[in-house]
């Protein structure tokens, strides 16, 4: 077995979100999110569980900072709860909230540990739902303002800034699907939706440049600011012509219509004619294209597999359903194909040179606490290694890959999907909360430490 090196000061890290770990979900001022009301509908939760405590890092913060700390994790990724902030989306500022994530924040720096703060994780205020959510524009500037006092209240103490993770999700799967929170089926706004998040993207972009931060550590670099896409591959299930169009068509929802807007500014014009088929139309004003291109300092991706798709008139957004993996899968039913992390990020490297980070990759598997108390995941590490080892491969081809930040943490609510999916490097007991390191987590450890695998 070849071992493989990562160029000096590559970011190794971690990644969760607020309302998959936090829970106090309605301690200390804060305001309900929409992932709140959607966990508390009946029906909506694979396992009928909710966020309610999740993994109760709202208290239990320190003890999850000593861990990455004894891990050697160089960055953290978590996202703020906008409603921890702002408890109705705007005006009214909840000091608890906010002396919550500048203690996490300062706890990280004392370790050594770079903060990577994501500002939207999907947890919109409820009270900005009740008003249109992200189908109405306002929410947009909402977010704008949102932005700005997290700049300014953190934002020298935060090297790397993300506006957004994955908009793709919160629009399709919010809005069209309905299976992640706000739960709706409004497809003709999928597309209004999609647009007023990257617009929103654009006008914090613009705080960010206004409140010109500097660096709290000197001679490092200023903090900067990017997003989060989720770019996977998409593959025809045949040569056939119609599944050849199918994946073109799939791929263009997923990553084309998120990465032209950002860096071309304007969005595929074969992606405009088919959903206009469906009479399905972005709301876009004059000059909106212009404030989503502003210019960004690197460029998160997310990837976990490939996708196979096969030309199905019924499906109602792309013509295209994806046909069954190929090869081994992980417990999600995800087809384990390292190759993702490389086509991912030269996808990105079609569209720009900005600096890069694979923000969030890991996977999900059946697990149990052995008699000796270890949780032997080998198949995550065999998963981890074989990823890791497509992001030197990138590397080693020109891609300019600073990052590789594992998801997850810890095992946590994923979603729709309850509390049945784990995908930690840290085994939590969702009864007594105890936090019990997998064989993973020390084999990341050693990663982490001799900067290769």
Known sequence: M????????????????????????????????????????????????????????????????????????????????????????????????????????????????????????????QALQDRGGWINRDTALRFAEYADFA???????????????????????????????????????????????????????????????????????????????????????????????????????????????????RYPDDMLRHFRRRLMVPRVAPGDMEIIAAPIDFLGVNTY???IQRADPRDLFVGARQVDPRGPTTAMGWEIYPSCIYEALMKARAYTDLPLYITESGAAFEERIDPDGGIADADRIAYLRDHIAQCRRAIQDGVDLRGYFVWSLLDNFEWNHGFSQRFGLIFTDYGTLKRTWKRSAYWYRDVIAENGV
């Open 2 to 125: 070849t071992s493989i090196h990562f160029p000096d000061g590559f970011l190794w890290g971690t990644a969760t979100a607020a309302y998959q770990i936090e829970g106090a979900w309605d301690e200390d001022g804060k305001g309900e999110s929409i992932w709140d009301r959607l966990c508390h509908t009946p029906g909506m939760i694979a396992d009928g569980s909710t966020g309610d405590v999740a993994c109760d890092h709202y208290h239990r913060w320190p003890e999850d900072v000593a861990s990455m700390a004894a891990m050697g994790v160089k960055a953290y990724r978590f996202s703020i709860a906008w409603p921890r902030i702002f408890p109705t989306g705007g005006v009214q500022v909840e000091p608890r909230g906010v002396d919550f994530y500048r203690r996490l924040i300062a706890a990280l720096r004392e370790q050594d540990i770079q903060p990577v703060v994501t500002l939207y994780h999907w947890d919109l205020p």
């Open 151 to 265: 700049f300014r209240t953190f934002g020298n103490d935060v090297p790397l800034w993300v506006t957004h993770n994955e908009p793709l999700i919160a629009a399709f799967f919010g809005y069209g699907n309905g299976t992640n929170a706000p739960g709706l089926r409004r497809s003709r706004d999928v597309l209004t939706v999609g647009h007023h998040l990257l617009l929103s993207h654009g006008l914090a972009v613009q705080a960010f440049r206004a409140a010109r931060l500097r660096s709290a550590t000197p001679g490092a670099p200023d903090p900067r600011i990017g997003i989060v896409l989720m770019i996977w591959p998409h593959h025809p299930a045949s040569r056939h012509p119609r599944d050849v169009a199918a994946a073109q068509r799939s791929d263009g929802a997923m990553n084309r219509l998120f990465l032209e807007p950002l860096f071309h500014g």
């Open 305 to 307: 597999t490939r996708l």
